[in-house]
């Protein structure tokens, strides 16, 4: 049986508001590095074997066009919150391809690896709702359905509770790390860079982060 090929909706905030927590340790790199990191996710993501697609939902032209050029589909965010956004990418999925299933995926993964994501869809496909936790286990890296399935986003905050509240699956899956590892503090991006960032990130993390 051939296996599915999904679609990805990626958000990604306007660069005045993207990894504001990050600011004191890059300083004047702090939107470089969150285009960065959208940019290794985005292609990440479109490495992976599974994906078919990628659509990235934002409000800011300069990430807009740097993961267009990547290949990802992009579309406006309506600018109302995160799950909203990605309510705009489901639809925008929908209208390309209706029958295949859409995964929501967090924008800041810089070490995503395509087998790693594969590994998680593979496993989402057997469930017609489901997510991965963060490496916290509090929030949510991965949300996905199958076609068909109503599309309940539930990102922010103490976002694992919600989803396993909803009804959707927890992937407990072994060895996925780099699925797990979102980046919102110096210390999640030296967390990162252990697994190994991507080659956007890894260049503008050079220019401020030291061991």
């Given at each position: 049986m051939q296996e599915a ?30 285009v960065a990191v959208a ?59 209706p029958h295949d299933p ?110």
């Amino acid at each position: 049986m051939q296996e599915a090929r999904w679609s990805i909706v990626i958000p990604v905030k306007t660069l005045i508001r993207a990894k504001t927590r990050l600011a004191g340790a890059a300083g004047t790199h702090r939107e470089d590095l969150a285009v960065a990191v959208a940019a290794d996710t985005t292609s990440a993501a479109l490495a992976c074997p599974l994906v078919a697609r990628v659509i990235v939902v934002t409000a800011d032209p300069i990430p807009a066009a740097r993961l267009a050029a990547l290949g990802a589909v992009v579309v406006q965010d309506p600018d109302k919150g995160l799950n909203t956004a990605l309510r705009a990418g489901f639809a925008h999925s929908v209208l390309l391809a209706p029958h295949d299933p859409v995964a929501a995926l967090q924008a800041d993964l810089p070490a995503l690896r395509p087998a790693e994501l594969a590994q998680v869809l593979a496993a989402a496909a057997q469930f017609d709702e489901s997510f991965v936790p963060d490496a916290t286990t509090v929030g949510t890296t991965l949300y996905a359905t199958l076609p068909g399935v109503p599309f309940h986003p539930r990102f922010g905050g103490e976002s694992r509770n919600r989803h396993l509240s909803g009804g959707a699956k927890e992937l407990a899956l072994d060895d996925i790390p780099t699925v797990r590892r979102d980046v919102d503090t110096v210390e999640d991006l030296r967390t990162a860079a252990a697994l190994g960032l991507g080659p956007h990130t890894a260049a503008v993390a050079a220019k401020f982060l030291v061991d």
